[in-house]
């Protein structure tokens, strides 16, 4: 199932996906070996001793003796790629010890969460725990009254000063929200600070983040008001964290997952892992979302055009789509998604799921035979009824994806984020072409 | 966001000069979200405007309308080759612009190119970015591999517009065209019809501005003849200093121009060609030169300069060497009725007179003459790489096999270099350099390792492979040619790989 350009998305950065390459080649390797479940091998390093390699061929999960922080490091891909290429070299043979247990031990972490929740719980119900989540509540209470103050004051007083403090004016109040134990809106405010203030009617882009962050906070402060789920929609926004043992308890939706986009975005000092899936039976999108620091290692290996047979869990939401994946899964066959053909009927999702929960951030649209176009040097896409909207991502991806269709009719994911459009995939019948890396 | 969108106008004013100085209204927000903001509870005039702002912009983007465009579609045109297989494609993505990773990817391309196959389309927009670096026949091969879509693509986007630059230029351009237009329409011309192009500089070329006269006689400078010679001698009268200057250069080109004899006629002049026996009775032919005044003034106005520049060399050796230069190499057969091993063999005896043998390397090149080129480089092993361009690859490998350790590396780096085709090298050469390698480990760069893994026949991956194992760790050169054996072996498993998969 998997192929050598899905093994070349697993590397971490080009440099590895390169010395991976270099790497696969036999007369690197000694005793090559496979089983049903894992392959392994031992390949000369620079040192005295080789490393010896393994990978768990159904989770797609590596391991190596070498002293690399990057994962998969070289020798994981190296020993895929010769598996993908030559098959053949390795000699089927049973798991050596210690590859087993190492198989073993992941099988048992798989089911450990559901076995560790009830511990969970009970500590949740202890009296330092509510202790401690009477006092954030205090905590993110205060938070949020200065932050209202703040924006009401910048208000005030007008925007016309803030191009000389471009870059910092926002810094003090993120950092306040920080303290405050509202990482949500200090991570929001720090998007404020990404405003380009040297740019044509800046003021209106500053004063649609700030404003959306206002009623954000209103919704908290009124929150008696709302639904206990849009209270957990906006409590998810201003920073509390569901449980990830919490969701995977929650209902399982089995389907046949298509990875239509895998995308990597620096956040602050941590990497945000974007997933995108679409379950073929209930016709539905999921979005994995995971967050590393440096070099810590991905949670699944999963790239686009890769289909896995799993059972998916969503976070309770109004309209749920952030989800975790419940391990084990197993890889099936690639399938093409349908999609819209109508923009109008693209924006009425929206416009539904606006009405539904105004501070949605990220909508996916499957939208079916859209064209690429560029009017002005700016890119657009086009349905069949000439209607265009405009694309917000970078040049290079837009050539990329132009030069995959010709120019003809095809497949695209669009996300929908704070009034922007981003093109995310596109496909056909054989193949999905994501438009990061 | 639109511009002229009377609430954003409102918003925008209120921002910018703050509540306190600007009392914001609703009467501009759209009818029906202005009746809701009407009934909106709120603390103060600072909470109301910023609602407000929110409940628009969350308007806006709920009810999204959409632009009609019916601009025509651009479509790529089919393509007629197929398209190279998945491995094949994945290969190329893994292999980057690095340095490293040049002759594997030149190879993967050579190895496209001559099987007929097409990259990926998606990989187009990459290999067209790299292409704009590369130099001919690179250029244009990667641009092959691209197929039709690769031209389509580099027709939409100035970057890459470079790449499909239009060869074929008519009548036409050369009288409204541009001066690029104007000049690639006399080269085209003077490739196709040199008599026609001769004569359409002849009677253009007075009207052209002096820069636009100058790069017209350049054009000549590759397909020049000896009926070209009235021309050229008429620009000699040009009042332009640069128009003057490239005709003399072009006219120095041309073994039977007047200035080309006359060049000749003073370094006859100025040397003395005699023939003694010495003890044993044997014949010793000597050139020497002599102190002479040279008068003839046209020679110095071609560009023949005064005043030496070297130290301790006199003006008129400093003549003789420039006159040397610019002289065919076949003159001195001719003038001396030795051979012109015996003339090159005169030369380097004398620390005088040796100047003179390394300034006929210039007029080999000049001249193009093969003979000189290989009399020269049979003198002087790898000393001049110039030469090299002059002599097949089995008379460079014998440069390289009779050069001196300081310029072996020169003549393999050369090598290495010189043919846009990657080749088998003759296994008995390629011995030989991976046994001074072993010597000399540190001579060549990593990618030039590279390179000629490439150039390695099959058997001598065994060769490589006892290399690695038969390693004495101790000595640092003997551990670095392992470690780089096992690069080249890396190397050729990879290129095996390539052709493996062009032939599935």
């Given at each position: 199932m998997i192929t050598e350009d899905h093994v070349r998305q697993l590397a971490p950065d080009a440099a590895s996906a390169k010395a991976g390459t270099a790497l696969a080649v036999l007369s690197k390797w000694k005793g090559l070996a496979k089983h049903t479940e894992a392959i392994w091998g031992y390949c000369q390093g620079s040192g005295k001793d080789p490393y010896f390699t393994r990978v768990d061929v159904q989770q797609w999960a590596f391991q190596c003796t070498c002293p690399s922080r990057k994962f998969p490091c070289k020798h994981g891909i190296a020993l895929i790629l010769l598996w993908v290429r030559q098959p053949n070299q390795f000699s089927s043979q049973e798991m050596p010890s210690v590859v087993s247990e190492w198989i073993q031990k992941r099988r048992q972490k798989e089911q450990a969460p559901a076995e560790k929740n009830p511990t969970e719980k009970s500590k949740n119900t202890s009296d330092a725990s509510t202790k401690r989540s009477e006092a954030r509540e205090r905590s993110v209470r205060d938070g949020i009254l200065e932050l209202r103050q703040w924006i009401a004051d910048l208000m005030r007083t007008g925007m016309m000063h803030l191009p000389s403090q471009a870059g910092s004016f926002h810094e003090n109040m993120a950092a306040r929200l920080v303290d405050a134990k509202a990482p949500g809106l200090a991570a929001m405010m720090r998007q404020v600070g990404e405003?380009?203030?040297?740019?044509?009617?800046?003021p209106l882009q500053l004063s649609k983040h700030l404003s959306k962050i206002y009623l954000i906070t209103e919704s908290f402060l009124k929150e008696d008001q709302q639904s206990p789920l849009f209270r957990q929609e906006v409590r998810q926004l201003i920073g509390w964290n569901t449980s990830k043992e919490d969701v995977l308890t929650g209902e399982a939706h089995r389907d046949e997952w298509l990875v239509m986009a895998r995308r990597m975005e620096e956040q602050q000092e941590m990497n945000a892992e974007y997933i995108w899936l679409y379950g073929r039976n209930k016709a539905r999108m999921a979005l994995v979302l995971n967050f590393y620091f440096g070099a810590q290692r991905p949670l699944h290996s999963l790239v686009p055009g890769m289909a896995i047979n799993a059972e998916l869990c969503y976070?309770?939401?109004?309209?749920?789509?952030r989800a975790l994946i419940k391990e084990p899964y197993t890889p099936t066959s690639f399938f093409s998604p349908a999609g819209l053909s109508d923009l109008e009927d693209a924006a009425g999702q929206i416009a539904q799921q606006m009405a539904v929960f105004p501070f949605t951030n990220r909508i996916p649209l499957l939208l079916k035979e859209v064209q690429l176009i560029r009017i002005q040097k700016k890119w657009h896409v086009r349905d069949a009824g000439n209607r265009i909207l405009p694309l917000c991502n970078d040049p290079e991806e837009c050539w990329k994806v132009l030069a995959w269709s010709g120019g003809a009719s095809m497949n695209a994911l669009v996300l929908f984020i704070q009034g922007q459009w981003r093109l995310e995939s596109v496909w056909n019948t054989s193949e999905i072409i994501s438009c990061w890396t | 966001m639109q511009t002229g969108n009377p609430t954003e106008e409102e918003i925008l004013k209120t921002v910018q000069l703050g509540t306190s100085r600007y009392l914001p209204s609703i009467d501009q927000y759209p009818g029906g979200l202005r009746a809701l903001l009407q009934q909106l509870p709120a603390d103060d005039r600072e909470d109301f405007f910023i609602k407000c702002c929110a409940s628009y912009f969350a308007y806006a983007e709920a009810g999204i309308t959409f632009s009609i465009s019916n601009e025509e579609p651009f479509m790529a045109p089919q393509e007629s080759k197929s398209y190279a297989s998945a491995s094949f494609s994945s290969l190329l993505s893994l292999l980057g612009n690095q340095q490293e990773e040049k002759p594997l990817l030149y190879f993967l391309i050579q190895t496209l190119h001559a099987s007929g196959q097409l990259a990926p389309p998606q990989q187009v927009p990459a290999l067209l970015s790299m292409a704009i670096m590369e130099r001919e026949p690179w250029r244009q091969r990667f641009l092959e591999v691209c197929g039709e879509r690769g031209k389509w693509l580099a027709s939409l986007n100035a970057e890459w517009s470079m790449l499909i630059r239009s060869e074929s230029v008519s009548e036409e351009d050369w009288k409204t065209g541009t001066k690029e237009q104007r000049l690639r329409f006399i080269k085209q011309l003077r490739e196709e019809k040199p008599d026609e192009a001769l004569q359409l500089l002849l009677t253009a070329f007075n009207t052209e501005p002096a820069a636009m006269r100058s790069e017209l006689l350049d054009v000549l400078s590759d397909t020049l003849r000896e009926s070209d010679i009235p021309f050229l001698e008429q620009q000699l009268q040009d009042k332009s200093v640069k128009v003057r200057d490239t005709a003399y250069a072009l006219l120095r080109m041309i073994p039977t121009s007047t200035l080309v004899k006359r060049y000749a006629e003073n370094l006859s002049q100025g040397l003395e060609f005699s023939e003694t026996r010495d003890l044993t009775l044997q014949k010793q032919k000597r050139i020497r030169i002599k102190s002479f005044e040279l008068q003839d003034e046209e020679v110095f106005r071609s560009g023949l300069q005064k005043i030496s520049s070297e130290k301790g060399k006199a003006d008129h050796v400093y003549w003789m060497e420039q006159l040397c230069c610019w002289v065919p190499p076949e003159w001195w057969e001719q003038h001396s009725s030795w051979s012109l091993e015996e003339v090159v063999q005169s030369l380097r005896k004398e620390k005088e007179t040796v100047g003179l043998a390394h300034a006929m390397v210039t007029a080999a090149v000049l001249f193009e003459s093969k003979h000189a080129a290989v009399v020269l480089s049979k003198a002087f092993p790898g000393k001049f790489p110039d030469l090299f361009d002059l002599l097949t690859l089995h008379e460079c490998f014998i440069q390289w096999r009779h050069a001196d350790e300081s310029n072996k590396r020169s003549v393999l780096v050369y090598l290495l270099q010189r043919d846009a085709d990657i080749q088998l090298w003759p296994a008995e050469l390629m011995q030989e350099v991976l046994a001074w390698l072993e010597k000399s480990p540190y001579s060549i760069s990593i990618a030039e390792y590279g390179m000629l893994a490439l150039r390695m026949p099959d058997h001598f991956y065994a060769y490589l492979q006892s290399k690695v194992q038969d390693t004495d760790m101790r000595r640092y050169e003997r551990a670095y040619f392992a470690t780089r054996a096992t690069q080249m072996m890396s190397v050729m498993e990879r290129k095996k790989q390539i052709q493996t998969i062009s032939n599935l």
């Open positions: 405003v380009n203030v040297f740019e044509d009617r800046w976070y309770s939401s109004l309209m749920p789509l | -």
